[in-house]
């Protein structure tokens, strides 16, 4: 998070951000092997006066990737967008595609990483250098009051992007902590792979999520 006396820097990257040469080089072969998807950098999704921040790691390949909005088209989404609108935080029906008509209501969901990684995983270098892009969307945010976060990159990485120290906010599942004053939630991320093996569950997710919803009450 930039201090009050720098500037804000951006918040969302261009389609084709070149600053990770890996990431450029996968996006370019995903492109020619099919042109008919996104195959970008993903921008963020929801209102600009949102309270709720969600951070997930990095696009899918067959989810975001291909669909141009963050955790639609894959597994993720489909635990993640219908548990948003249990809790009031999003409105519609999610048909797992960006035309399906779903609205996010006080609530943005973006990812540590805007661009998809090589097995789904970002080096530490790609975390590092797309936190520029999380810093300005979190400080282009005027009424952020709660951050939920998926997963121990995206975790570790908003908290780096908050000025935050890693041992003040240890990842757990549903961890609640307060940093100044935004409260942050820590999640394990909605993955198939978490799901099928039972660490994460709907009724753990929904936790999450309730918790977020008590923190904006409060």
């Known amino acids: 998070m930039t201090r009050p006396d720098e500037p804000a820097g951006p918040a969302e990257p261009s389609s084709d951000c070149d600053f990770c040469p890996r990431l450029v080089a996968y996006r370019q072969a ?48 489909d635990l993640l967008y219908p548990t948003l609108i249990s809790y009031g935080f999003a409105e519609g029906t999610y048909g797992a595609r960006p035309d399906d008509g779903l609205h996010l209501r006080d609530c943005m969901v973006t990812n540590a990483v805007r661009c998809v990684p090589p097995g789904n995983k970002p080096t530490a270098e790609e975390v590092n250098t797309c936190r520029q892009f999380l810093e300005g969307r979190i400080d282009a945010l005027p009424r952020l009051a709660c951050i939920v976060t998926l997963g121990g990159v995206a975790h570790r990485s908003t908290l780096r992007a908050l000025g935050e120290r890693a041992g003040d906010h240890p990842f757990a ?14 999640s394990y991320h909605c993955s198939r792979y978490n799901t099928n093996t039972g660490r994460l569950t709907p009724e753990m997710f929904r936790k999450v999520f309730a918790s977020a919803r008590d923190a904006l009450r409060g």
């Open 30 to 77: 995903n492109r020619e092997a099919a042109p008919e998807r996104f195959n970008g950098a993903v921008p963020s999704f929801g209102p600009e006066d949102a309270r709720l921040l969600v951070v997930g790691l990095a696009p899918g390949l067959n989810g975001a990737n291909r669909t141009g909005r963050p955790f639609t088209g894959d597994w993720a989404g």
């Open 173 to 186: 599942h549903a961890a609640r902590s307060a940093a100044g004053d935004l409260t942050l939630i820590a």
